[in-house]
Nanobody, 126 residues
């Protein structure tokens, strides 16, 4: 059974840092692009970042560029999102998702992803 599990969310002060993890089971994550998405209350889901399989090229939404870094450790079947200099507008539930096709260049569009985690809450507040 394929399962993606996010962890690392929590309460952080503005300007602080947080590292989210996405771990897969029943599934070889190395073959697939992985994306991070977020959804704030009353807002639509937003693509935050994604990383390709194989060449590990990364892509970011303009709102997080220069502050967030995505990475992957295929030996651990995991993908990470390092969040630095967080802002109140980063408050949301963060989801990781794996592409439905192997080796495809990742995009920040939800329909491209076939497997989703349950989400982890990130709250930025002083």
């Amino acid at each position: 059974q394929v399962q993606l599990v996010e962890s690392g969310g929590g309460l952080v002060q503005p300007g602080g840092s947080l590292r989210l993890s996405c771990t897969a089971s029943g599934y070889t994550l190395a073959y697939y692009g992985v994306g991070w998405f977020r959804q704030a209350p009353g807002k639509e889901r937003e693509g935050v970042s994604c990383i390709n399989s194989v060449d590990t090229s990364a892509y970011y939404a303009d709102s997080v560029k220069g502050r967030f870094t995505i990475s992957r450790d295929d030996a651990k079947n995991a993908v990470y999102l390092q969040m630095n200099d967080v802002k109140s507008e980063d408050t949301a539930v963060y989801f990781c998702a794996a592409d439905s096709l192997r080796y495809r260049r990742c995009v920040l569009l939800g329909p491209s992803y076939g497997h989703w985690g349950q989400g982890t809450q990130v709250t930025v507040s002083s």
